[in-house]
């Protein structure tokens, strides 16, 4: 998710009983090359239905949007 750290999509989405990894996923030298402070994986299994793939999405996109929006609300520097 482009502009939010790994971790805090992690955090969010797990409050919402999504379970999934983030970090470097013992690939630091690739993280270090793509300048990355690492990625979110989602492990998908055939048991997986589409709502919960449906449910998975939206609840990206929710947090997606919570942290962009949070980063909007804190007034930089140069405004305090």
């Not at 270090?32 to 589409?50: D, F, K, Q, T």
């Given at each position: 998710?482009?502009?939010?750290?790994?971790?805090?999509v992690?955090?969010?989405?797990?409050?919402?009983?999504?379970?999934l990894?983030?970090?470097?996923?013992?690939?630091?030298?690739?993280?270090?090359v793509?300048?990355?402070?690492?990625?979110?994986?989602?492990?998908?299994?055939?048991?997986?239905?589409?709502?919960?793939?449906?449910?998975?999405?939206?609840k990206?996109?929710?947090?997606?949007?919570?942290l962009?929006r949070?980063?909007?609300?804190?007034?930089?520097?140069?405004?305090?």
């Amino acid at each position: 998710v482009e502009n939010c750290h790994p971790t805090d999509v992690a955090l969010l989405l797990g409050e919402k009983g999504i379970c999934l990894r983030s970090g470097y996923h013992c690939n630091e030298p690739l993280m270090n090359v793509l300048s990355s402070e690492g990625i979110i994986r989602v492990s998908l299994a055939p048991y997986n239905n589409a709502d919960e793939i449906r449910y998975f999405c939206e609840k990206l996109i929710w947090a997606r949007n919570l942290l962009h929006r949070n980063k909007n609300d804190i007034p930089s520097k140069s405004k305090i």
